[in-house]
């Protein structure tokens, strides 16, 4: 006998992990996503070519400590398809790419990128974010909303002065923040600099981000791909009534995972605390260029690089948006002769050319790195361009406990309309998780007393 039937609106990193964790406590699970594929901002595609290869269309890295991400991976026999990157990054200045290990920052120092005082203050910097955060975790937020009140760039000079800021941020970052780091959040730079401080590992999947929510849903008899959700309320006898353009369910919780933006218009019946929620959350607007390439790029320090990242004042612009890229090499994807270089532009850059056509962007990109790789545009084979309106939730100082508050409001209260998702915790695969996990938890707490 089932103790109950939950259904979970989307089917990102949140909704499969609520999916999983609610079919092992025995509920019965209904999935219903709008895209005909799951995995929502962790979605992938195949891309065939002479060596077929999966793409990340968003999110792409898992790193070590996703507590609720990394059971997950082993429990569904994935563990195998995790790829832990390469230690390297390179980062280009004046005329050449530099490769530096950055497992050990020293390689800064020796490859003469930055002066000894500037590593000195990096080191300091590490320490003191080691001690500040240690121990926490990020997924519950804690101690980084203090950060999360001007941009990265601020942080960075504030942290490592002018010196540290231009040549140390982006390879601070393992060289796997590719963002316009003027328009990052500080509340991103002090969880990559915790990191760093860990020496977390880092892993991208070989079939894709995709396949972690893939497999978490496995269990789930009932995902139904294609079907926008189009409303959200309480029907009679206190069941969670759930609208599609097919049929109405009647359910005795429902989780909602997708961006509040959104769900603001489909929650009929929120709570005081989550209609406060739906309305103040707010997002940043990403675009993610990946262009592929038919061979490898020819500069030899790239060999071995995962990441190639050129300093502030030395990155191309273009529609006034500045364009760091990263770089991967075939041996850190199974993409054979081809290469995939991955562009992001943020905020808002990406706000502005949201509407603008592919080719508009995809031009103007390829010309800006062509003048850092001046043999790409021959290799050039393809370009995919991902839009994400809603990337990455917005938080402002004080939230911390407006979110604690909401959900310690979503643990008592007597609504069957839960709301998860990463905007709800922190804005990575492991917040997002951490959420799912949280949803379901109170879930399944409150049908077993
Ligand atoms: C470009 C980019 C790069 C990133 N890089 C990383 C990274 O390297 N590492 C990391 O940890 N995190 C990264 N992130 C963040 C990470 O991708 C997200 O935090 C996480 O995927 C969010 O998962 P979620 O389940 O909360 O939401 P989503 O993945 O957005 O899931 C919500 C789902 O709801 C569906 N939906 C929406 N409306 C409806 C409706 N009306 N009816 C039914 N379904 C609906 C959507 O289609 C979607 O599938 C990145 C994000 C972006 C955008």
């Not at 880092?202 to 396949?211: E, K, L, P, V």
């Not at 790239?302 to 041996?331: D, Q, T, V, Y």
């Amino acid at each position: 006998m089932h103790i109950g039937h939950v259904g979970i609106v989307g089917a990102g990193m949140a909704g499969a992990v609520a999916a999983h964790n609610l079919v092992k406590a025995g509920f019965v699970v209904t999935v219903i996503e709008k895209e005909p594929q799951c995995g929502g901002r962790a979605r992938s595609t195949l891309v065939n070519g002479a060596l077929p290869f999966f793409q990340d269309h968003g999110g792409q890295f898992i790193l070590d400590h996703y507590e609720d991400v990394m059971p997950l991976i082993k429990e569904t026999g994935i563990a195998d398809d995790m790829i832990e990157i390469e230690p390297y990054t390179a980062t280009f200045r004046g005329d050449r790419f530099r490769r530096i290990n950055r497992k050990n920052s020293g390689t800064v120092y020796s490859e003469e990128l930055v002066s000894p005082r500037a590593c000195s203050q990096v080191e300091n910097a590490y320490r003191h974010m080691a001690q500040r955060v240690g121990g926490l975790d990020p997924n519950r937020y804690t101690a980084w909303y203090e950060f999360d009140n001007g941009s990265a760039d601020w942080w960075f000079r504030r942290s490592y002065g002018e010196e540290g800021a231009a040549y140390l941020a982006e390879p601070v970052f393992n060289g796997l923040f590719f963002h316009a780091m003027q328009y990052a959040p500080e509340i991103y730079a002090a969880w990559m600099i915790s990191h760093l401080a860990r020496r977390d590992r880092w892993h991208i999947m070989r079939r894709g981000t995709q396949s972690i929510p893939e497999a978490g849903l496995r269990c789930v008899r009932d995902v139904r791909l294609n079907t926008p959700v189009l409303e959200i309320g309480i029907g009679a006898e206190g069941k969670a009534l759930v609208r599609t353009a097919d049929e109405t369910l009647m359910l005795d919780a429902v989780i909602v995972t997708i961006p509040p933006p959104e769900a603001a218009g489909i929650i009929s019946a929120p709570t005081v605390r989550q209609k406060l929620f739906l309305k103040n959350t707010h997002y940043w607007s990403t675009i993610v260029i990946n262009l592929l390439l038919s061979s490898r790029l020819s500069d030899p320090n790239l060999n071995n690089a995962a990441m190639a990242m050129i300093p502030a004042e030395e990155r191309c612009f273009f529609h006034n948006c500045p364009a760091a890229f990263s770089l991967e090499s075939g041996k850190h994807k199974a993409i054979g002769a081809q290469e995939l270089l991955g562009t992001h532009l943020m905020s808002h850059s990406a706000e502005r050319l949201m509407q603008e056509p592919d080719d508009i962007i995809a031009q103007a990109v390829i010309k800006d790195l062509a003048h850092f790789v001046p043999d790409m545009p021959h290799k050039l084979r393809d370009v995919h361009i991902t839009r994400w309106p809603l990337a990455i939730p917005k938080r402002s100082p004080g939230e911390l406990l407006e979110l604690t508050r909401f959900w310690w409001d979503q643990e008592i209260q007597t609504s069957p309309i839960y709301i998860a998702g990463d905007s709800t915790s922190f804005p990575t695969f492991g917040g997002a998780a951490w959420s799912g996990k949280k949803a379901s938890n109170i879930i399944a707490k409150r049908f077993c007393r």
